[in-house]
């Protein structure tokens, strides 16, 4: 047995089991799932979607009599976070999807989190109401204004309990500091301070400012045609404040800190792995391009995910990475294929478990991959409505090649590619994981809890 993942047989190395049914976000494109972000303690869930909207989850407190339903995740709240806008200098429309979410730690009995699309940041407050003040001297009871010629007695407001009442409503605003489309946000250990990367530059914004952003990286050239790399995500020491790192689309990542100048135009490290002539393709720019960054909850590591790699860095080793995994590598074969259907710019994000020993990432045909880093073997399970029935066991899969086909293998040319997973997230102290597979949130259990 694994400690804190599952049960270890011949043919399964986790198991984990469907917390309740699918949860069905909508039918339509602006209902697909763009982010999935759980708070600091895992008991709300956070989802963005193409429509602009966040939906929270909150997760179901244990009662005596259903033990079993510890760990179900019920709707909490829902609000349009933002809308379609026009650009009319540029004429460009500006798309309300929510491109990230980024919990704040909870510091009184409200929440907050950061929501961005292409172009705003918004600080959102959730808080709870569950009473309401009566008895107004100079309003009636309907909320209109009296007369105070009529007002002859004094009466002194009084609170009312009411059914339970979710708010949302927002407490900042930050935008107008990106020409380009925001990829990244990321809170600084300081809570004080947050970053919003695009694709030439990252901002250093304060919380309590709004009209004013800081310039940390800009590797905008003066001639634009001699643009060669573009940044791909950023994040945030987990610990050090004045440290973090970004991506490119060249394959490298940049380690950088703000204590060494203003502008971090100079890095501290460079991470990059050297090409191997031998496997030199006309696709090989596109897929060592990083769509995604992520420092370990300890601080010591960084991982990042290609399109089909995910890689392992310890911070004190620049040349090359300590672990390398690979997602999907059958699919070395289809990338022409892959190119014309455009899933070959398909982004996808990985994720560290709480102790950083498992790394999750997803992949086509609603398969995500888990990496166990200490016994280096890996699982491929299946997101889908066939077997979303609660608490039914996640089966393994196992993608075939070529040759004869095994009867629980599936042919790597039956690959639904329609079917990706993009989005997952995983829970900060226990085995639940959260996928999202297009319009439909998977939510996951190890079976030991």
């Not at 009084?158 to 990321?186: C, G, K, Q």
């Not at 890095?267 to 050297?274: A, D, L, Q, T």
């Not at 596109?286 to 990042?304: A, E, P, Q």
């Not at 102790?355 to 491929?380: A, E, H, L, P, Q």
Request: proline share 4%; hydrophobic share 35%.
């Amino acid at each position: 047995m694994i400690p804190g993942i599952g049960v270890l047989t011949q043919d399964t190395l986790w198991c984990f089991s469907q917390v309740k049914g699918t949860i069905e976000i909508g039918a339509t494109e602006a209902d697909i799932i763009s982010t999935v972000e759980f708070n600091h303690t895992g008991e709300l869930l956070a989802t963005g979607d193409k429509g602009g909207r966040v939906v929270i989850f909150q997760r179901e407190q244990e009662s005596k009599n259903q033990v079993h339903r510890r760990g179900e995740y019920n709707v909490y709240s829902t609000f349009q976070s933002h809308e379609p806008e026009f650009d009319y200098l540029k004429s460009l429309e500006i798309e309300e999807k929510i491109n990230k979410i980024r919990w704040l730690p909870q510091q009184n009995a409200a929440y907050f989190l950061l929501s961005t699309n292409d172009k705003t940041v918004k600080l959102w407050k959730v808080s709870e109401r569950d009473k309401r003040p009566e008895g107004y001297n100079l309003k009636d009871e309907e909320g209109r204004l009296r007369d105070p010629a009529t007002i002859t007695t004094l009466r002194v407001p009084v609170l009312r309990p009411m059914d339970l009442m979710v708010e949302a409503t927002p407490r900042r605003v930050f935008a107008n500091a990106h020409t380009y489309h925001i990829n990244s946000i990321s809170v600084n250990s300081d809570y004080e301070t947050y970053m919003s990367a695009d694709d030439l530059r990252i901002n250093l914004w304060n919380f309590e400012i709004t009209n004013q952003s800081f310039n940390i990286v800009d590797i905008k050239p003066a001639n634009m045609e001699e643009l060669t790399e573009v940044i791909t995500a950023a994040e945030f020491h987990p610990h050090h404040c004045n440290s973090f790192v970004y991506s490119s689309s060249k394959g490298t990542i940049r380690l950088c800190d703000m204590r060494a100048s203003a502008l971090c135009d100079r890095h501290s490290k460079f991470f990059e792995e050297p090409e191997d002539p031998s496997n030199r393709s006309f696709f090989s720019e596109i897929i060592s391009s990083i769509s995604d960054v992520k420092f370990s909850h300890s601080g010591r590591y960084i991982m990042t995910r290609d399109y089909l790699t995910v890689k392992v860095w310890d911070l004190n080793m620049e040349n090359r990475p300590i672990e390398t995994y690979q997602v999907h590598d059958y699919l070395r074969s289809k990338l022409c294929s892959l190119y014309e259907n455009d899933c070959i710019f398909d982004k996808f994000e990985c994720v560290w478990n709480g102790s950083d020993s498992v790394i999750m990432t997803g992949s086509y045909n609603n398969f995500f991959r888990m990496f166990d880093r200490n016994t280096k073997r890996d699982v491929t399970l299946e997101a889908s409505r066939e077997n979303s029935k609660p608490r039914a066991i996640l089966k393994p899969r196992k993608v075939c090649v070529g040759g004869k086909r095994r009867k629980d293998e599936i042919s790597v040319d039956s690959l639904d590619f329609s079917k990706k997973i993009l989005h997952t997230a995983w829970h900060p102290s226990e085995n639940i994981i959260a996928v999202a597979a297009t319009n439909n949130l998977y939510i996951f259990q190890d079976k030991v809890n």
